[in-house]
């Protein structure tokens, strides 16, 4: 069946750039056209916390006495859009660039914030290996500080519990945790309301997925604030339902592949009419389907 796009105008943006696979610095003029309209807004969330949005990766901002830090910083070519909104909320001048992975709609600013505006960049090991991998990113956006199970950061009065998550999204997936106000930074380890998009390429899976969101919604309560990698923020609930849609469309797709139906026959057959809202223009139902095949 086909689906209908259903997600918010700041991912909309997000998809008239180009796929989450897409790692250069976008310093073309058409590349920095396509950013042109693009506008970058804060949210305030609780505590220390605000949620910047634009196109690509929702970027979590802590600010305050300390001044700023911020988790994932999108494309390239809105560094200064985001440095702007940054600088209405304290300083433009970031302490920390944490990247929940390496995907360019989450690391694209890197090399700003780095250079420019003298910020430190963390992320886990693999997502440097990666990064350094490709010859389109340039030195200064590579992360220098890096861990392998996590770090904890203390900064504007709050905790923040940086964690890896060994499969998921891709091999170097991150969320943080911010402790006192009760909000959480999943990266792409969630995509409000729509069909996730899983890197196989890069150490992704479909188990692996459900296995990391299944230990995120053992961390968190009622009254946690989440905010998605894609998506309007959220809350445990809804994170559940999330959880739920991939496990039965999994074991949908697996019991069809058991079966031995091909996967044009399971494209052909489609996916039951309730999940007809979570597909968007990256991650078309078929090609959902397409990922649970993979993995089944």
């Given at each position: 069946?086909?689906?209908?796009?259903?997600?918010?105008?700041?991912?909309?943006?997000?998809?008239?750039?180009?796929?989450?696979?897409?790692?250069?610095?976008?310093?073309?003029?058409?590349?920095?056209?396509?950013?042109?309209?693009?506008?970058?807004?804060?949210?305030?969330?609780?505590?220390?916390?605000?949620?910047?949005?634009?196109?690509?990766?929702?970027?979590?901002?802590?600010?305050?006495?300390?001044?700023?830090?911020?988790?994932?910083?999108?494309?390239?070519?809105?560094?200064?859009?985001?440095?702007?909104?940054?600088?209405?909320?304290?300083?433009?001048?970031?302490?920390?660039?944490?990247?929940?992975?390496?995907?360019?709609?989450?690391?694209?600013?890197?090399?700003?914030?780095?250079?420019?505006?003298?910020?430190?960049?963390?992320?886990?090991?693999?997502?440097?290996?990666?990064?350094?991998?490709?010859?389109?990113?340039?030195?200064?956006?590579?992360?220098?500080?890096?861990?392998e199970d996590g770090i904890k950061i203390y900064f504007?009065?709050?905790?923040?519990?940086?964690?890896?998550?060994?499969?998921?999204?891709?091999?170097?997936?991150?969320?943080?945790?911010?402790?006192?106000?009760?909000?959480?930074?999943?990266?792409?380890?969630?995509?409000?309301?729509?069909?996730?998009?899983?890197?196989?390429?890069?150490?992704?899976?479909?188990?692996?997925?459900?296995?990391?969101?299944?230990?995120?919604?053992?961390?968190?309560?009622?009254?946690?604030?989440?905010?998605?990698?894609?998506?309007?923020?959220?809350?445990?609930?809804?994170?559940?339902?999330?959880?739920?849609?991939?496990s039965e469309t999994f074991n949908y797709v697996k019991?069809?592949?058991?079966?031995?139906?091909?996967?044009?026959?399971?494209?052909?057959?489609?996916?039951?009419?309730?999940?007809?809202?979570?597909?968007?223009?990256?991650?078309?139902?078929?090609?959902?389907?397409?990922?649970?095949?993979?993995?089944?």
């Amino acid at each position: 069946m086909k689906t209908a796009p259903r997600f918010s105008t700041h991912i909309m943006a997000a998809l008239i750039a180009v796929s989450p696979l897409a790692y250069s610095t976008f310093n073309t003029a058409s590349a920095q056209d396509r950013f042109a309209d693009v506008e970058v807004k804060a949210t305030a969330i609780k505590g220390s916390v605000h949620m910047l949005t634009g196109a690509g990766g929702n970027i979590g901002v802590s600010a305050g006495e300390d001044g700023v830090l911020i988790i994932d910083d999108q494309f390239a070519p809105l560094a200064e859009k985001i440095a702007a909104q940054l600088g209405e909320l304290g300083s433009d001048k970031p302490k920390y660039v944490i990247n929940t992975h390496y995907h360019g709609d989450h690391t694209g600013s890197n090399a700003f914030f780095h250079s420019h505006k003298g910020a430190t960049i963390l992320a886990h090991e693999n997502v440097r290996v990666r990064l350094a991998n490709d010859e389109k990113v340039k030195p200064e956006a590579l992360p220098t500080i890096t861990y392998e199970d996590g770090i904890k950061i203390y900064f504007n009065g709050e905790t923040l519990h940086v964690m890896h998550l060994a499969v998921g999204h891709t091999d170097g997936d991150s969320v943080v945790w911010f402790e006192q106000p009760n909000v959480m930074h999943t990266g792409d380890l969630f995509f409000n309301g729509r069909f996730p998009y899983i890197d196989q390429g890069a150490g992704g899976n479909v188990e692996g997925y459900m296995d990391s969101v299944k230990q995120l919604l053992a961390k968190i309560d009622d009254e946690t604030v989440i905010i998605p990698g894609h998506g309007d923020t959220s809350n445990k609930q809804e994170y559940s339902a999330f959880l739920a849609m991939i496990s039965e469309t999994f074991n949908y797709v697996k019991a069809l592949k058991q079966d031995g139906k091909t996967l044009d026959e399971v494209k052909a057959m489609g996916l039951d009419e309730k999940w007809a809202d979570w597909g968007w223009n990256f991650i078309s139902e078929e090609k959902w389907i397409t990922t649970l095949y993979t993995d089944a």
